[in-house]
């Protein structure tokens, strides 16, 4: 092996080395900050069921009514 292909060996290992204690120095850092709030959204039962009611009086009612809407075809 020359001197060349050594010292890029070399560098790659470094390059490796350093991600990864950059990778677990983040990753402790986010585990010390307090949990964050999730988000919480309405039941999805009621979200669904006006979705679904949507899409069938407003979109799938007919042809014409699903082609202006969505500019599509029905399959």
Do not use: G
């Not at 069921?49 to 069938?56: G, K, Q, V």
């Amino acid at each position: 092996m020359d001197k060349k292909q050594q010292l890029f060996i070399y560098t790659a290992a470094a390059h490796m080395l350093l991600s990864m204690m950059a990778m677990v120095i983040h990753s402790r850092k986010r585990k010390r900050r307090e949990p964050v709030e999730t988000i919480t959204y309405a039941p999805i039962e009621e979200r669904d069921r006006m979705r679904i009611e949507y899409l069938n009086n407003k979109i799938w009612k007919n042809d014409v009514t699903c082609v202006n809407m969505l500019r599509l075809n029905r399959a």
